[in-house]
């Protein structure tokens, strides 16, 4: 998908661009990009990261800094907290084999979920099969965590038909985030709790410049639409007509508190 300058048509009570410092109060949970739709979820005890680990693939994707991996690899703060990791697809600019491989070495008692097209290159036990679950595949007491997954039908689905891309849905310290992957405009998804209900919803950028993707989205009582899969350099006008407020992920680190 080539993009110049997009203008995205949504109503918004706030447009918010965040800094790595954050509000000073306390919060339920913590989301921060890690690039492409990436997006690492903090809570006060446990951690959860979408489509984090991918290396670059095409200029037009975002992708996960050196710098972060090694963070991560090494359980840096706030890597020390992972639970888990979802992949919404196979596809290169939400998923490496290689590094997520590595990643699962040194982290020997998290899981992972994405479809058997992810599973399928993966060296571990730990994978949880998310595909045709369509409900819980994942439930932690101790720390207040949920893991959902819904089929989604992928974007472009002339191209894509075959592509097994999964909503997942995160119920964490009370804050329910669902990630939708590469959403395609029509979807039984959407007409499921897991996407109604959602707190926060994290979205690619394409649902938010249409029509259709606007009508959808406003079917959600999401509080917060985070905007992803911004291909770098776009200049992002927001004017229109969506009922959640907007937050644009566009730059990697950036973070906010809900």
Known sequence: MHWATVFIFAFISAFMRFDNSGPDTATSVQLRYTGNMGVFVESENAAWWFDGLHQFYKPEFQHLPDSFFT????????????????????????????????????????????????????????????????????????????????????????????????????????????????????????????????????????????DEGRKFLNKSSAKKIIITHIPPGTKVKCEGELDGDLVLFDQVGEKFDF
Do not use: C
């Open 71 to 210: 963070q991560a690899f090494n359980k840096n703060p706030p890597f020390n907290k992972l639970k888990g990791l979802t992949f919404s697809h196979y596809h290169r600019d939400h998923y490496s084999a290689l590094l997520t491989n590595r990643f699962l070495s040194a982290h020997q008692s998290i899981v992972i979920s994405g479809s058997r097209q992810v599973g399928d290159s993966l060296y571990t036990e730990r994978f949880i099969n998310g595909w045709n679950k369509n409900g819980i595949i994942y439930n932690d007491e101790s720390t207040r965590a949920r893991l959902e997954a819904y089929n989604l039908a992928h974007s472009w689905l002339a191209r894509h038909g075959q592509v097994e891309n999964i909503m997942f849905s995160l119920l964490i310290n009370g804050v329910r985030i669902t990630h939708l992957g590469d959403a395609d405009f029509d979807s039984p998804a959407y007409r499921l709790t897991a996407f109604l209900s959602a707190d926060i919803l994290i979205v690619p950028l394409w649902l938010v410049t249409a």
